[in-house]
């Protein structure tokens, strides 16, 4: 996979298209979106990259397992914001790694971490490269980095199938490991949007959001125990269904961005792959009516694996019906029982608050094929990264933001966000679309997620990116939202994650950080403000 992925782009390279094909995609997001996109660009050729020399010679013990390659060091300076993307399509890389590791076990890990910690250099474990939140991206002012790539790291250790879990190792992409876990008739439905390219322990320090749109909505439910290399030594929780012993070991470890530890290896859990399926698709004349059947159904005790709703323009985007209306998703599925009692209500529920659900609910065994509304939002979903790549090469200023707040707040928040938002676009970009879609909810609440557009000038597309988004993340925290649900905080989000977050667990987060990693080599600007004086 490393030779036909992209280097500044989603997924594999050759999924990019010819300038005669972005052009026509072009008219079509000019006709759906209601504003002209610009001209096709081509991206500056791996060839012909220049980047400044490696400052770091690895030891020679270590040095079978290190590459400073152009390609390599590239590829492995950004994650896949939109800032990274633009970047990385101009050919710019001022601050790449100088050295990018890939360990082959847990001994290389610790190799690694002892010798940048003696040597004065920053670590930064990359994962699958996939944050959008710059997670992943080398200290600009740092004298050496070394960026370690543990996709080497890929196994399934141990399967228990008495308890349903498994030992997974940190670096399996999401294919790889269920490809494992399927010799035992077992699955890891841990399934976001970069699931493809991302890795387990990326998920585990990153909080990922997963599969499941109620009940189990973060990796965090599906970690039985995790194991991580620190610069103090090895940190493993033991096995357990549950614990009542003091602050969580494993709590710790999920949300800390590579700035503890390393992660090598989790018992996760597993399930059988689902027998039975039902799902069920409602359409609604307006926003409030589709948000109170929303909030009907995740407060009913129902727990559908799949209640995603999305407004009339994501729904016009993501192709799921001929007249775009508000369109709420539901599905269930199971690997024990049939599911139409549950499906039924749930549309019931729905119906009750103004909807319509033209075609009934439906179920089916799980090999049958999908279609409809789910069908056409799930394709959507995966293929999406593809289409911002093309916006990006048409000049188009495009990104996503997701947050979560109780449902009293969400109708006040909803509006505050769309105006400022808007109003942004409308002021650096002379318009723009913003739409929402709501991929997690809970009983006490929703977790939107929004995605903006609007017309890029040449040249000032960043500082227009970073405009829009500044009104986004201040209209959130003012709203009383949160800065992220499940995107992490990396070095965007740093700045408005200390301010939302309690000023006495701010002390603590930076004494743990100098209790663990006391040299700062782990991830140094991500997830922690610098202290005075530091620069990151």
């Not at 010798?115 to 997670?135: D, I, K, R, Y």
């Amino acid at each position: 996979m490393a030779n036909t992925t992209s280097i500044w782009g989603w997924g594999e390279a050759d999924r990019f298209p010819e300038a005669e094909h972005r052009s026509a995609m072009g008219q079509w997001a000019s006709a759906l979106l209601g504003f002209s996109t610009g001209a096709p660009r081509e991206p500056v050729p791996a060839e012909a990259l220049e980047l400044r020399p490696s400052r770091v010679s690895p030891p020679t013990a270590l040095q079978s397992l290190c590459s400073t390659t152009v390609r390599d060091r590239a590829a492995h300076s950004y994650g896949k914001a939109y800032p990274d993307l633009v970047r990385g399509f101009r050919g710019e890389y001022p601050h790449p790694p100088d050295v990018v590791a890939r360990p082959e076990s847990e001994e290389d890990v610790a190799a690694l971490l002892d010798w940048c910690g003696e040597s004065g250099l920053a670590l930064v474990p990359f994962g699958g490269g996939t944050s959008v939140v710059g997670g992943v991206e080398p200290p600009s002012d740092h004298g050496g980095v070394v960026t370690v790539d543990l996709k080497g790291l890929d196994r399934v250790l141990e399967v228990d199938p008495i308890s349903r879990a498994a030992r997974i190792q940190g670096g399996a992409l999401g294919p790889v490991l269920n490809a494992q876990l399927a010799e035992h008739d077992f699955e890891l439905r841990c399934f976001p949007q970069s699931y493809r390219y991302s890795t387990l322990g990326g998920w585990i320090v990153t909080r990922a959001g997963g599969h499941y749109a109620t009940v189990r909505t973060h990796v965090d439910d599906l970690v039985e125990s995790v194991r991580m290399v620190t610069p103090q030594g090895v940190w493993e929780s033991r096995r357990l269904p549950g614990s009542g012993a003091g602050p969580s070991p494993d709590r710790m470890i999920l949300g800390s961005e590579g700035t503890l530890g390393i992660v090598t290896e989790a018992w996760m859990r597993v399930v059988r792959p689902p027998r039975f399926r039902a799902s069920a698709t409602v359409f609604y004349s307006t926003w409030e009516q589709a948000v109170a059947g929303l909030r009907a159904v995740s407060q009913a005790g129902l727990a559908p694996t799949n209640c995603r709703l999305l407004d009339a323009t994501e729904a016009r985007i993501n192709a799921v019906s001929a007249d775009p209306k508000a369109t709420l998703i539901l599905g269930f599925e199971s690997d024990d029982h049939e599911l139409g009692p549950w499906i039924r209500r749930a549309v019931q529920l729905a119906v009750a608050a103004g909807g319509v659900c033209p075609k009934g609910a439906r179920t089916r065994d799980a090999k049958g094929g999908g279609g409809g509304a789910a069908s056409s939002w799930r394709d959507a979903f995966f293929e999406g990264p593809y289409l911002r790549d093309v916006l990006v090469s048409l000049g188009t200023i495009v990104d996503t933001f997701e947050t979560a707040c109780t449902w009293d707040r969400f109708p006040e928040l909803d509006a505050a966000v769309r105006s400022a938002v808007q109003d942004a676009l409308n002021r650096v970009c002379g318009g723009g679309t913003v739409s929402c879609r709501v991929t997690h909810v809970y009983p006490d609440g929703l977790a939107p997620y929004y995605t903006f557009l609007g017309p890029g000038r040449e040249g000032a597309e960043l500082e227009q990116w970073a405009e829009v988004k500044q009104a986004a993340s201040d209209a959130l925290l003012a709203a009383g939202g949160t800065i992220t649900h499940h995107h992490a905080v990396g070095r965007m989000h740093r700045d408005h994650y200390a301010e939302q977050q309690p000023g006495p667990f701010g002390h603590a987060l930076r004494a743990v950080k100098q209790a663990i990693d006391p040299a700062g080599t782990l991830n140094p600007g991500v997830l922690i403000p610098p202290s005075h004086g530091e620069q990151v």
